[in-house]
């Protein structure tokens, strides 16, 4: 099989050293999923009517991380905690989400997602394992082994990498 790399993007940069073509063909796809993704995303809320796209995002998060805090909501979702809260309290009015007060540490609450809530959040991640499993269609089990190993490398790599660089930002004075 011929590789074909991409040869549009100009690699002649500081990072030429430690990049490949093969690497920047990757990552380039990499970028293509995420847009296409991105874009299904956006048809999201068309599919689970009454909440913003944001509200769906952490209707997601709440249903697969089986409940949450609002500063693990906010860290998920790259937001404010005090974007997380309002968004908490929106979802909370609208019947998608519930908040119970941790009993030792009334301070804390645990946000999970209502039986509506999971329902709409179940819906569009279906819609997405769907379009996934249709683009999968035809790929051998060995090639679909080979990928995982592949990508569980690239997701264990690049979560270490963002947990180094969140750390590296949290760590500056604020000005």
């Excluded at 941790?102 to 946000?111: G, K």
């Amino acid at each position: 099989m011929e590789k074909v790399y991409y040869g549009g993007m100009n690699t002649e940069t500081s990072l030429s050293g430690t990049s490949t073509p093969a690497s920047w063909d990757v990552a380039l796809h990499m970028i293509r999923f995420v847009r296409a993704m991105h874009e299904l995303e956006r048809c999201d809320p068309k599919q689970a009517s009454g909440i913003s796209m944001q509200q769906l995002k952490a209707l997601l998060y709440l249903v697969q991380s089986e409940g949450s805090t609002v500063k693990e909501l906010a860290r998920a979702l790259s937001l404010s905690e005090a974007r997380a809260s309002r968004l908490a309290d929106e979802l909370t009015v609208s019947g998608h989400v519930l908040s119970d007060r941790n009993p030792s540490d009334r301070r804390q609450v645990r946000l999970r997602a209502t039986t509506v809530g999971a329902s709409k959040a179940n819906l569009v991640f279906g819609q997405r394992l769907r379009a996934l499993e249709t683009a999968l269609d035809g790929v051998s089990e060995r090639d679909m082994e080979a990928f995982m190993l592949v990508l569980d490398r690239i997701v264990v790599e690049i979560e270490a990498h963002a947990a180094r660089a969140s750390a590296a930002v949290e760590s500056v004075p604020a000005q």
